[in-house]
C-alpha cells in the first residue's frame, strides 16, 4: 500500500481537482526512516507511558496516532521526546466517521478518504509570531525552532490494509492487544506492536520562501471614532480557501479592544 492519497468520494468531483495538494503534515522535515510500528492511541504523554508500562518501547519506531483528543503537534513532540523514528497520524472512524454518523455526501462525518491536514509545529512552545517591535526576519526553515526532527505524515482510513497488518496481521495478534479502550471502529482488534510489519516513509517536503498577503478593512465607528475593536482571522487554508476561517469556532479569531 502506498499513500497517502488525494481524497475521493463518489459522486463528488471536487476532490478529483489536481488542485488540491496532497495531505501532508507542515513543519515536518524531509528525510527517510523505515521500522516496525507500534500504535500508540492518541499520542499523548499518558498513552506512551501505558506503552512503557507494556514494556513497549517506541524507540526508533514509526508510530500510528489517530486524531482527536490533543493537537496534532503535541503528537509529533511527544513521539520525538520518547524517541521515535517516525509518526502517522490518522482519523479513525469512531472519532470522526461512520461509527459517529452518517458520512459525507450523506452527513457531516469525515469519509473514509479523508485525512486532515494541518501542521506539527511547535507552536506551543516557539510561538511564530515576533514580539511588538520585534521584525521578522528570514530564516532556513531547516533552522526554525518549530520544525520538528521527527518526521510526520497524514493517512486516511480508505485503506486499512496497512493498519490491519500492523494492528492484525496473524503475527500481530503475538502482540499485546491494546487496552480495549485504545480500540478504533475498523473492523479488527488493534494490537500495539511492534510489527510485525515495516513502514518506510519517504518524505520531501517544499521549502521554497512564497509572499503572503494580509487584507485589512476599516469601518470608522460613528459613536467612539477614536477607538478600535480588533477582529482578526486566518485567510491560509490546505484546500479550498475560505473553508477553513468560515468553519473555525468563535475563538479562533483575536479580539482585543485597544484605547
Not at 506503552?51 to 514509526?62: A, E, H, S, Y
Not at 452527513?107 to 478518504?113: L, V
Not at 518524505?203 to 477607538?227: C, N
Request: glycine letters at 10%; a positive charge.
Amino acid at each position: 500500500m502506498h499513500g497517502p492519497h488525494r481524497e475521493h468520494v463518489d459522486g463528488d468531483p471536487l476532490p478529483d481537482d489536481p488542485r488540491v495538494v496532497m495531505p501532508f503534515n507542515g513543519m515536518s522535515p524531509s528525510g527517510d526512516a523505515e521500522a516496525e510500528v507500534v500504535y500508540a492511541n492518541y499520542g499523548s504523554p499518558a498513552d506512551f507511558d501505558k506503552l512503557k508500562q507494556m514494556n513497549v518501547d517506541v524507540r526508533g519506531k514509526i508510530v500510528i496516532v489517530r486524531y482527536g483528543e490533543n493537537f496534532r503537534g503535541v503528537k509529533a513532540f511527544v513521539a520525538q521526546e520518547r524517541g521515535a523514528a517516525g509518526v502517522i497520524i490518522y482519523s479513525d472512524p469512531k472519532d470522526d466517521g461512520y461509527y459517529r454518523g452518517d458520512a459525507y455526501p450523506n452527513g457531516p462525518w469525515r469519509p473514509a478518504s479523508g485525512v486532515q491536514r494541518g501542521s506539527v509545529d511547535s507552536c506551543f512552545s516557539s510561538p511564530a509570531t515576533p514580539p511588538p517591535g520585534v521584525a521578522s526576519t528570514p530564516i532556513l526553515p531547516t533552522r526554525n525552532a518549530s520544525l520538528h526532527p521527527v518526521r510526520a505524515v497524514a493517512e486516511d482510513s480508505r485503506h486499512p490494509s496497512v493498519l490491519r497488518r500492523c494492528f492484525a496481521h496473524p503475527r500481530a495478534s503475538r502482540r499485546p492487544a491494546s487496552p480495549r479502550e485504545w480500540q478504533g471502529a475498523l473492523p479488527f482488534t488493534y494490537h500495539v506492536g511492534p510489527g510485525p510489519s515495516k513502514v518506510k516513509m519517504h518524505l520531501k517536503q517544499d521549502y521554497q520562501f512564497r509572499t503572503v498577503w494580509d487584507v485589512i478593512g476599516k469601518i470608522r465607528g460613528a459613536s467612539s471614532p477614536d477607538e478600535w475593536v480588533v477582529a482578526g482571522n486566518h485567510r491560509d487554508a490546505w484546500v479550498y480557501g475560505a473553508v477553513d476561517p468560515i468553519a473555525a469556532p468563535p475563538h479562533a479569531g483575536i479580539r482585543a479592544r485597544l484605547q
